[in-house]
């Protein structure tokens, strides 16, 4: 942590240096001395501390200075940092504006000059203010701020990026803290959301490509070729990534949001095998890649692939900044996320209320809160379980007739124990209403058509799964609903077989059409929807890598 700050501001240059001199002579060991010779450049300064975040303990203000005064340099001053000490140093025959000092501004104490010698003088006072300051003080958060609106879009989307990037942050709401408008009006044109790091420096409005290279996230490879590349870094994609490289495989992995995948997202899973108290999903995501990263996997987050083609045994790949990167194969583990839906109102509001997935990142805005959650499978049940936590009601809208079909009857039985948690079946949502921010929820009953509003801030929807297929379209075949089809599924695509499979040899259990590329995960036809099952399949299709290389190479 920065030295506490001591800031000494004076018009008489010899009296500054003096002032400052003697500071630094006892307190220079534990204190950072700062000096300014008028008011305006001290508030300047103060500014520029306030934006990185060091802490100011006292503020030792001469009160005769042209343009502003002590106790008018005090006023603005105590609006950047509220709690920090303030003397005023006066002569005699200011002790009047000492005393409405006092008053106006909450002084501290005030010291006639001169004060030598500053033994007797000026350190016993000083040492009981800082005192008096230390018994208080609590050290500021050193890493990322995030100041910003809750119901901007761009403010959920630079939230949800750090959380499941594993990047600590402080989120500061302008509508809610003091110290996030201070921040923002230190900071020269802020836009909101504003990213300021440790050392001060802002970012206005950040793309997530601009905060990963400002964090220093990997975004681009170190090397044109791989043995193995896999798309897609969910827990199939991450077991893969373990093992390949595990078996000596120079691999790399390429993730367009954030290691994890939708599972990442999860607020509690219970039942994957070795945790017995379960474990959250952002916790399962940084022990895997801390695992891959041991073994020398390349992590390129966020990134994605455009495009994929062949050249003979090679597999290229266009990533999104135009590079390019080949393998002699390919893991496809690319996930599927959340389906949107077509409901009148929602799109409008999203990020601004509604939210698909993100149970983590917004849980605490929604203390004491009415939350409601759309679905009913296991995502869905442990988002309301965590939700409950915070909210005053949680209220998960099913369109069946139970949650028995869909979740697991562990989350079930938490769900019937929990007080604060109703579960609403045969309802689904028709409208969504509000003016900048999500305000009201139109419901309906599918089975007596009856309507009702409810008043609603927030809105979290897990439903459905679309998987991220279409840009291989024409190149590996798919269901009608875009999951890839793999080994003997192959057959099942009504395309005859000779235009389907290439190869004299049979396809690998999870080899697509094109030889050398493999599906696991959410993402594959017939998959079973579980983390465990991703696990498994991310892990057995590395042999499978293993038998194809040892043809090709």
């Known amino acids: 942590m920065a030295k506490p700050i001591i ?80 003397a005023l ?3 005699y025959s200011d002790t009047d504006a000492a005393i409405r000092a006092i008053n106006e501004v909450g002084l501290d104490y005030y ?109 681009t490879a170190a090397k044109p070729f791989y043995d193995l590349v896999i798309v897609g870094g969910g827990p199939a994609g991450l077991a893969a990534a373990v093992y390949g490289a595990s078996e000596g495989l120079h691999t790399v992995l390429i993730e367009r949001e ?16 070795g945790f017995p108290v379960g474990l959250s999903g952002s916790d399962l995501a940084r022990r895997a890649v801390s695992q891959a990263r041991r073994f020398g996997v390349e992590i390129l987050t966020p990134q994605s692939v455009q495009s994929l083609r062949t050249d003979n045994d090679y597999r290229l790949l266009t990533l999104s900044d135009g590079s390019e990167i080949s393998a002699h194969a390919v893991i496809l583990a690319l996930g599927v996320s959340w389906r949107r839906l077509d409901t009148t109102g929602l799109e409008q509001f999203t990020g601004a209320g ?40 949680v209220t998960m809208l099913v369109r069946g007739d139970s949650l028995t079909r869909s979740m697991s009857q562990y989350l079930i039985d938490q769900i019937a124990a929990t007080d604060n948690i109703t579960v609403q079946t045969h309802t689904s949502v028709i409208e969504a209403k509000g003016g900048t921010q999500l305000e009201a929820l139109v419901l309906q009953n599918a089975i007596t058509g009856a309507t009702e509003t409810v008043p609603a801030q927030s809105l979290f929807i897990f439903i459905g799964a679309t ?66 099952s991703g696990v498994g399949e991310g892990s057995i299709c590395v042999q499978f890598v293993h038998q194809y290389l040892g043809a090709v190479r």
């Open 111 to 219: 010291l006639m000059k001169p004060w030598d010698p500053p033994e007797e003088n000026l350190y016993p006072v000083i040492d009981d203010l800082l005192a008096d300051w230390q018994a208080n003080f609590r050290p500021p958060f050193e890493g990322i701020r995030v100041v910003g609106d809750r119901w901007n879009p761009q403010s959920h989307e630079i939230k949800d990026f750090l959380a499941r990037n594993q990047i600590p942050y402080r989120w500061l709401d302008v509508e809610r803290s003091e110290e996030a408008r201070t921040l923002a009006g230190c900071v020269t044109q802020a836009k909101l959301p504003l990213v300021l790091f440790p050392d001060g420096e802002p970012l206005r409005q950040p793309s997530t490509a601009e905060l990963a290279t400002r964090i220093g996230l990997q975004t």
């Open 89 to 91: 140093l006066t002569a």
């Open 258 to 273: 954030a290691p994890g995948g939708q599972a990442g997202t999860s607020s509690r899973i219970e039942n994957y095998l």
């Open 354 to 393: 509604v939210y698909y997935g993100a149970a983590q990142t917004e849980a605490l805005a929604c203390e004491g809160e009415d939350v409601y959650i759309i679905g009913g499978a296991n995502s869905a049940g442990q988002a309301a379980m965590n939700f409950a936590k915070y909210a005053k009601s």
């Open 7 to 86: 800031f000494t501001v004076d018009d008489d240059l010899d009296v500054l240096q003096a002032i400052a001199r003697d500071l630094r002579r006892h307190y220079g060991e534990h204190y950072r001395v700062m000096r300014a010779s008028s008011g305006a450049v001290a508030f300047e300064a103060l500014q520029q501390v306030v934006q990185r975040g060091d802490p100011v303990a006292l503020l030792l203000v001469d009160q005769r200075m042209p343009e502003m005064s002590g106790v008018e340099f005090l006023e603005q001053a105590i609006k950047l940092v509220p709690d920090v000490k303030r």
């Open 467 to 532: 998987p991220h297929t279409d840009w291989l379209e024409d190149l590996v075949q798919r269901d009608a609903r875009g999951y890839l089809l793999t080994g003997p599924d192959l057959g099942s695509s009504g395309v005859p077989p000779h235009q389907v499979w290439s190869q004299e040899r049979p396809p690998f259990l999870l080899e697509t059409s094109l030889p050398g590329v493999f599906a696991v995960g959410d993402v594959r036809c017939g998959s079973i929807k579980r983390v465990a």
